[in-house]
């Protein structure tokens, strides 16, 4: 007799009926498979279920109400990562055996129902990441055996029930990411003596901190991002056991009035204290009062915008397990500690917008684990420690702007070779940019401007092929601008203006494809100013008060009188060739071909313009918690722009006004911690116009976030299946294009092979001239060398993942390929890989496979608004042969075997023939007289 069945880790598309057969089954967990639909019928035939997890599929619609009568022995059910709709279950509490109840991460709505107080047996409650509204009910603590209630990540609202504070058993309440208000109970530890994690954080929570001595087994206290006022009660030091203690964002201050309410004073009892966040309260207390207190054991302590006054203390150094110390944002005074150098495994120091002065002590050179040093906007002297060369291992960002250093730069610093962030502008720093400057082969920010620097630039500087942002405005330099900086390809932002540069403008400069901001103002150039590349984008603004500048009249500058005379040899015959020699039938008919593909292109091509006035953020920069917050509301439901495996991703504005996309991690899901550090770490350094960018990054303990470029016209699954949307062949075709160029400097252009796992529709964004821009990293692996594959475990999209993927957890180059075949597909058919039509033999690539005829395509295939008929469209030819090239394409990407796939690198070549010849034979077509771009309604 059949009693347990276990098919996890599959890719099953639906349960057979026959499996309700089954009466006597106990045990069924289907997890981790492609199941889709409702909930299977067969289902409901198992009278005898105990446990049914289906946890991780694609299934859809409502919990029929009468589920208990149908399951009545059901203990567990966990229906957990899938996409249920509608109420939950008005009956559930007919299910009087259950235990644990888990329907996180659905889109279940309306309120939590009062009878679910009628499941007495029930130990886990798990309700998160959905959209219930309404209060959390009362009757949640009559649930004398719970021991985990979590509803983070809802719209609940009204006050929290005081009932729940009386569950004995309760070992963790999650409430956070809601609306709750109202206060606390003054007492709430008496009832739950059991409770070891109370999670609160981003509600409008307030009132006083209530008295929790008495939950003295609590390990996690998070009660940051609320309204909560007074002191903060010097009860918490009797919670012994307390690894965490969140309190940040609220105007909480400190009672020094008496030892006895002084929290202070008892603070190192806290002897298991790992992380302490208290940032953004007005503390109102000196720095060394406070850290004679503090407990060895803290790794994580975080006092920005404290009103914190006074000296650091030298007795700093006792903290020896600091991993991460910020104090920005204060009022601090005096020197640094050389003491801070025995914190040896500090990673992060943020002394930031302060009033320490100074030298740096070489001492901080000693952290040979610190990635952020960040001592910028205070009023340190002296000289940059030539010992942060011993750093170069470590050192990602290194701020020091805003101070009054007045030594050289030191030619160490160019030896930290994985630097990615400097800034130290605002300095009176003297001498030259050395050769060695170009050997930075990682920085994407370089911020040296308002200093005393003075010489040529050097030439070198062209082997920062992953620069961004660079600035030396307002120096001494001398000299020509270097033609080698035409070799900067990623470079958005360059500022030279206020030098004494002089020389022409190089026209290698038009080969800087990304730049938005150009400033050359205030120096001695002369000679035209280059038209091409991005030049056709730039203002006066951008060239004011130069020696003899000339160019085109809306540059507000005198015409160049020799431009005519001095073109170059080979257009002169080239024109010459084409006015006399040939047939002037021939010349009319190249010509017009010439002029519609220009027109094509130029409609694809050109970018936004951007105007030289804006000043722009230069510099990569932390940006706080409460930035983030203000930014997106609240992280408000309607600044969602959607959800994934690691987190949330929502659009905000940030305090500059530029528009970002901000990705929030679940740090409760396993391995959420390495999913942000690898895709911070790996994203910060990529660089590529078809990849998405990261503008910054927020890391704490309980929160991190990537902040990343906004892509105004969303993502490709969303032009593809949105109803009132198109995309025309060519505009797919130039999509694709991108996509394969990003994989392939993925997989070929960057130092060592990265390989994305998990491309898709979703994953691939539009900005506004639908350029696109593959994005989340978040599961990517990074290769030893050459095509090689690693043995692991996968996050990659059901559909979309390639064969060895499921069967052996390999991963490689070749899967992306794999992956990048089945989304051509589907941008051209407007199918998804997992369409119902797909089942038993028949999958997605058989089906293409089949359409394909000799020399064309079978009806029905391709999306119907490509493809008309022979009658009705001129182009049908050429697109007929279009597509048909582009799915064979396609397939040679999705070869069984890995070894049988082509590379990215020969992708790009075939698509770019295609597109090529689709181009010269549509060319006299109405093609070219329809609009490329049909916006949204």
């Known amino acids: 007799m059949l009693l347990e069945i276990y098919l996890d880790n599959n890719n099953f598309k639906e349960i057979p009926n026959e499996m309700g057969s089954l009466d006597k089954l106990e045990n069924l967990f289907v997890q981790f498979n492609t199941l889709k639909g409702t909930l299977p019928v067969a289902l409901f035939n198992m009278s005898s279920l105990t446990s049914l997890a289906l946890h991780l599929n694609n299934l859809n619609g409502s919990i029929p109400d009468n589920v208990c009568q149908h399951l009545p022995r059901i203990q567990l059910l966990d229906l957990t990562d899938n996409k249920f709709s509608g109420p939950l279950p008005s009956k559930l509490w007919q299910c009087r055996e259950m235990q644990v109840l888990a329907l996180s991460s659905n889109k279940f709505s309306g309120s939590i129902p009062k009878n679910i107080g009628n499941l007495t047996q029930i130990t886990q409650l798990h309700l998160e990441l959905n959209n219930l509204t309404g209060a959390i009910p009362p009757e949640i603590g009559g649930l004398r055996s719970l021991e985990v209630f979590v509803v983070y990540g809802n719209n609940l609202n009204g006050l929290i029930p005081s009932t729940i504070f009386n569950m004995s058993m309760i070992r963790t309440i999650s409430l956070g990411l809601n609306q709750l208000s109202g206060s606390l109970p003054a007492n709430i530890g008496v009832g739950v003596p059991n409770l070891e994690k109370f999670v609160l954080p981003e509600n409008q929570v307030s009132g006083v901190i209530p008295n929790l001595s008495d939950a003295s087994k609590l390990t996690h206290l998070d009660m940051g991002r609320n309204s909560f006022t007074g002191f903060i009660p010097s009860t918490l030091c009797a919670l012994t056991n307390l690894q965490v203690l969140g309190l940040e964002m609220n105007t909480l201050t400190i009672d020094i009035s008496t030892p006895e309410a002084n929290i202070l004073s008892c603070l190192a009892n806290l002897r298991n204290l790992a992380a302490m966040y208290l940032t953004g309260n007005p503390l109102n207390v000196t720095v060394p009062v406070f850290f004679e207190n503090l407990s060895t054991s803290l790794q994580d302590l975080r006092l920005a915008l404290c009103n914190m006054r006074g000296e650091i203390p030298s007795e700093i150094s006792n903290l020896s397990s600091l991993a991460a110390l910020d104090l920005g944002y204060n009022h601090l005074s005096g020197p640094i500690p050389a003491s801070l150098g025995r914190l040896r495994n500090l990673q992060g120091l943020y002394l930031d917008e302060n009033k320490l002065q100074g030298y740096i002590p070489y001492e901080i050179c000693q952290l040979e684990n610190l990635v952020d ?317 078809n990849l998405i960018k990261v503008i910054s990054c927020c890391s704490q303990t309980d929160f991190k976030a990537l902040v990343l470029n906004y892509m105004p016209n969303g993502s490709l699954e969303k032009w593809l299946y949105t109803e009132n949307s198109s995309l025309s062949i060519l505009q797919r075709m130039n999509i694709m294009v991108d996509v394969s160029l990003a994989l392939e400097y993925l997989h070929h252009g960057y130092s060592i092979p990265i390989v994305h796992c998990d491309l898709k529709p979703s994953n691939i964004l539009l900005d506004d001239d639908m350029v696109a821009h593959v994005a989340d990293f978040g599961i990517a692996k990074l290769l030893g060398g050459g095509d090689s594959m690693t043995q692991t475990m996968t996050l990659a999209t059901v559909g979309y993942m390639a064969p060895e993927y499921g069967m052996e957890g390999i991963v490689s180059t070749r899967g992306d390929v794999y992956s990048f075949g089945i989304v051509v597909m589907e941008t051209f058919t407007r199918r998804k890989p997992t369409d119902e039509m797909f089942v038993g033999e028949m999958n997605f690539k058989q089906w293409i496979t089949k359409s394909l005829l000799p020399d064309a395509i079978k009806d029905g295939v391709v999306d119907d608004n490509l493809l008309g008929t022979e009658q009705n469209d001129d182009d049908f030819v050429s697109k007929r042969d279009c597509l048909s090239s582009i799915m064979r394409l396609a397939l040679a990407c999705c070869a069984e075997s890995p070894e049988e796939r082509i590379s990215m690198k020969e992708a790009v070549a075939t698509l770019k023939k295609i597109k090529t010849k689709f181009l010269k034979d549509a060319a006299g077509g109405a093609l070219l007289n329809r609009p490329l771009v049909q916006h949204f309604n």
């Open 373 to 689: 040093l960040f001592l910028g906007v205070n009023q340190l002297f002296g000289s940059i420690p030539p010992c942060l060369g011993n750093l170069a291992t470590s050192l990602r960002s290194l701020s020091l702007e805003s101070n009054l250093l007045n030594s050289t730069i030191p030619s160490t610093l160019w030896e930290v070779a994985f630097i990615l962030h400097i800034n130290l502008s605002s300095n009176s720093l003297t001498g030259s940019l050395s050769d060695d400057t170009g050997k930075l082969k990682v920085v994407t920010d370089m911020d040296l401007s308002n200093n005393n620097l003075s010489g040529r630039i050097p030439s070198n500087i062209k082997g920062l092929k992953d620069l961004v942002n660079l600035s030396l405005a307002n120096n001494n330099f001398q000299g020509p601008i270097p033609s080698s900086f035409g070799d900067l390809v990623s470079l958005e932002i360059l500022d030279l203006s206020k030098n004494n540069l002089s020389g022409v403008i190089p026209k290698s400069l038009e080969r800087l494809l990304h730049l938005k901001y150009l400033n050359l103002s205030s120096n001695r150039l002369q000679g035209e100013v280059p038209t091409g590349g991005p030049f056709k984008n730039f203002s006066a603004q951008s060239f004011l008060s130069n020696d003899a500048l000339c160019g085109a009249p809306r540059l507000n500058m005198s015409p160049c009188k020799s431009s005519t005379k001095h073109k170059p040899r080979s257009r002169k015959v080239g024109l010459f060739i084409l006015k006399y020699i040939i047939p002037g039938i021939i010349s009319a008919i190249l010509l017009a071909v010439s002029i519609s593909m220009l027109i094509l292109h130029k409609k694809r091509s050109v970018p936004v313009v951007i105007e030289a006035t804006l000043s722009p953020q230069l510099l990569w920069r932390r940006v706080s918690h409460l930035e983030l917050l203000r930014a997106t509301n609240g992280f408000n439901e309607r600044n969602l722009l959607g959800s994934g495996g690691f987190g949330s991703v929502y659009k905000g504005t940030l305090s500059d006004g530029i528009d970002v996309a901000v990705k929030v991690f679940k740090l409760q899901l396993e391995g959420g911690f390495k999913s942000f550090d690898r895709e911070c770490e790996m994203l910060s350094k990529i660089r590529h116009r």
